[in-house]
T-cell receptor
Framework: GAGVSQSPRYKVAKRGQDVALRCDPI?????LFWYQQALGQGPEFLTY????????KSGLPSDRFFAERPEGSVSTLKIQRTQQEDSAVYLC?????????FGQGTRLTVV | QQQVKQSPQSLIVQKGGISIINCAYE??????FPWYQQFPGKGPALLIA?????SEKKEGRFTISFNKSAKQFSLHIMDSQPGDSATYFC??????????FGTGTRLKVLA
């Protein structure tokens, strides 16, 4: 596709449930990022991949958050035992150099 | 030191007017300053970006002014249109992969 694709667009999870969010980056983009955007706030960095290597996961809020990009293209962000404070929009972005292209995000609501 | 401070939080401008959004940073390692536009339900989209070796960059109705000594940069939207109504985020990149975003400015342009 032409842009970064994320699925699902919306996810409602019961507290304690595990969720998996998918990101299809722009073809050929080496770098992939995950950001978390709380309501009314700017995106905050979660983690960074260069190809399949996760080079930085310093922004992941807890060990319940896990991200992978096994073949250097599609990435999955997994959240285990979801909590209400995990409710946010999760944005994926990819880039070839400096310019990052964002997907539409997945809005996660934990009830 | 890693923060980017953005103001105002919200802005209302008449059609045809000039919208001005300001950002300030402290980390002198930042060397790439993009502005993103985000519509409701969409991911941030790159609008315009600047590096600190220039003081101004103009693309159509959008201009970034950069003051390296004051560590400030601003977005000017000339001839503002109702279609410009969106949330605008400034960001900074310290020459690596990680973007630090401002808190956003919600712009409303009145018809």
């Amino acid at each position: 596709g032409a842009g970064v694709s994320q699925s699902p667009r919306y996810k409602v999870a019961k507290r304690g449930q595990d969720v998996a969010l998918r990101c299809d980056p722009i073809s050929g983009h080496v770098s992939l990022f995950w950001y978390q955007q709380a309501l009314g706030q700017g995106p905050e960095f979660l983690t960074y991949f260069q190809n399949e290597a996760q080079l930085d996961k310093s922004g992941l809020p807890s060990d319940r958050f896990f991200a992978e990009r096994p073949e250097g293209s599609v990435s999955t962000l997994k959240i285990q035992r979801t909590q209400q404070e995990d409710s946010a929009v999760y944005l994926c972005a990819s880039s070839l150099d400096t310019e990052a292209f964002f997907g539409q995000g997945t809005r996660l609501t934990v009830v | 030191q890693q923060q980017v401070k953005q103001s105002p939080q919200s802005l209302i401008v008449q059609k045809g007017g000039i919208s001005i959004i300001n950002c300030a940073y402290e980390n002198t390692a930042f060397d790439y300053f993009p502005w993103y536009q985000q519509f409701p339900g969409k991911g941030p989209a790159l609008l315009i970006a600047i590096r600190p070796d220039v003081s101004e960059k103009k693309e159509g109705r959008f201009t970034i002014s950069f003051n390296k000594s004051a560590k400030q940069f601003s977005l000017h939207i000339m001839d503002s249109q109702p279609g410009d109504s969106a949330t605008y985020f400034c960001a900074a990149n310290p020459g690596t992969y990680k973007y630090i975003f401002g808190t956003g400015t919600r712009l409303k342009v009145l018809a």
